[in-house]
């Protein structure tokens, strides 16, 4: 029971309909219903009430306080949940910050899709029903020398519509060390439970060999598969058996070879001397069956599994009636579209894929930007912010090029009367916000992942920051 004082502060509270006359609400009652805005101030009240019951002496809020908070709590219901952030931690591919960035070109495409009516399933030459599949197909063939393709919504469904399409309730022989967890508790093991094939291991954890797959393989097996082991990897003693010799393997036994490559590679990065990552046009000609590989990794796409390979099993998977619940959307094929036309010249994907072009970036050039940014915040923000440009190291993250450091520069901040905790936190919630890591009392800004354009909105940031620090002390 409420103590005699809180009941007196209880009833002192001011009523809903009062709060509503306010003259700061007036706007939100015309851009929301009467009842969210009802809704919203019992909610604020509710929480007035909660606090005020949890003190012997309670002191009613001052209405205005009261206004306020129904206020932002309204306007919170419409600002983006999503949201763009500036990715200063050097992880090209990072799957917490929405991996990918699109090329300028897919963004026009999904924009020119999403606002007008599409051909997403029409035939315009016929004026007949068409498939939403068609419209990448002929090009991803094209670049990767494929007899057929087919695009699902991410490569864990691409994964899945194989295993479940081509070897329900039979046998997979994968190697044991390829038997891999990588983000999101995605299992190799669970997601061959999940299809209804039946998973036999071969090998150890360090060494699988060609009589391993040899012995195992029965009247109930399916496909031969290989893992990519994304950003786990095995040194030292060790020894695995080629695509070349399990390709021989399965064609010799009469059943279809499968590589789930995790990140497709169409632009050998292996001829820029960074990473040993095979490209999807290699493990087709090495005559594996079905390749698949995800759209927003290294391809630097929008969130996509593409399958690649023999039209036999191709047509086989778009036949499955699991696809309808895995197909892609309109704007998902708009922007793949357009980042894989980029790939048409090789010299232009390295231009203007995103992905491409931070990975390829060259260290002179991170410093060169670095130093800009750096004397841009001097210049604007005074001595108070301290600042230096210092070597560091990149990776590509998403589970890519595992092991795989790109040599970098990055910004050394810190203030004279701001803890660096504290200045990383108000940069991360600000909007847009800007992520860094935190290293010895100092908030590392790596410039790989920065692109100059974002320059002014860092600066931007670092002034809303420091100005409020300045209004706190004040």
């Avoid at 924009?111 to 990448?136: F, I, K, M, P």
């Avoid at 299809?195 to 399916?222: C, F, M, P, Q, W």
Wanted: a neutral charge.
């Amino acid at each position: 029971m409420p103590t005699k004082q809180q009941q007196q502060a209880l009833r002192r509270l001011p009523a809903v309909h009062l709060l509503l006359e306010h003259p700061a609400l007036s706007s939100f009652l015309e851009r929301f219903s009467r009842k969210t805005v009802v809704e919203i101030a019992n909610e604020v009240l509710a929480t007035e009430r909660r606090r005020m019951m949890e003190t012997d002496d309670p002191i009613p809020p001052d209405p205005e306080r009261i206004v306020a908070r129904i206020a932002e709590t309204l306007d919170s219901l419409t600002a983006p949940r999503l949201r763009p952030v500036i990715n200063g931690s050097g992880i090209v591919l990072h799957t917490n910050l929405g991996r990918a960035r699109l090329s300028q070109a897919a963004l026009r495409a999904v924009q020119d899709v999403a606002l007008s009516y599409s051909n997403l399933e029409y035939r315009l030459h016929t004026g007949q029903r068409g498939s939403r599949h068609e419209h990448v197909e002929a090009v991803i063939r094209r670049l990767t020398g494929a007899e057929a393709a087919l695009v699902v919504n991410n490569n864990a469904a691409a994964v899945l519509l194989v295993l479940r399409t081509l070897a329900l309730g039979r046998e997979v022989i994968v190697s044991r060390g390829q038997m891999v967890e990588i983000g999101g508790s995605f299992r190799v093991s669970e997601i061959m439970r999940e299809s209804g094939a039946r998973l036999v291991e071969v090998g150890t954890t360090n060494k699988t060999r060609r009589e391993d797959y040899e012995g195992a393989i029965s009247g109930e097996t399916a496909l031969l598969m290989k893992v990519h082991t994304s950003n786990f990897k095995i040194i030292g003693f060790t020894e695995s058996v080629s695509r070349e010799e399990m390709v021989e393997i399965a064609r010799k036994h009469g059943i279809p070879c499968y590589e789930d490559l995790g990140s497709g590679v169409l632009y050998d990065l292996r001829a820029r001397g960074i990473g040993e990552e095979p490209t999807v046009q290699e493990c087709l000609r090495a005559g594996v069956d079905l390749v698949s590989f995800s759209g927003d990794k290294l391809l630097g796409g929008p969130q996509a599994g593409i399958i690649v390979g023999k039209k036999k099993w191709i047509d086989a998977l778009k036949k499955s009636q699991l696809l309808r619940a895995l197909r892609v959307d309109k704007m998902t094929l708009a922007a793949l579209e357009a980042t894989l036309l980029h790939y048409l010249n090789p010299e232009e994907a390295a231009r203007e894929i995103p992905v491409l072009r931070q990975i390829l970036k060259k260290p002179e050039e991170i410093r060169a930007s670095a130093e800009r940014l750096k004397e841009r915040l001097q210049n604007a923000l005074g001595e108070d912010l301290q600042l230096e440009v210092i070597p560091t190291a990149s990776e590509v993250g998403g589970g890519s090029l595992p092991g795989v450091e790109l040599p970098s520069f990055c910004l050394s901040t810190s203030h004279r009367r701001m803890p660096v905790h504290r200045l990383e936190e108000e940069l991360r919630r600000g909007n847009p916000a800007v992520i860094g890591r935190v290293s010895k009392d100092r908030l590392l800004l790596d410039l790989r992942t920065v692109e100059e354009e974002e320059h002014p909105h860092i600066e931007a940031a670092f002034r809303r920051v420091l100005e409020g620090q300045n209004g706190r002390k004040n």
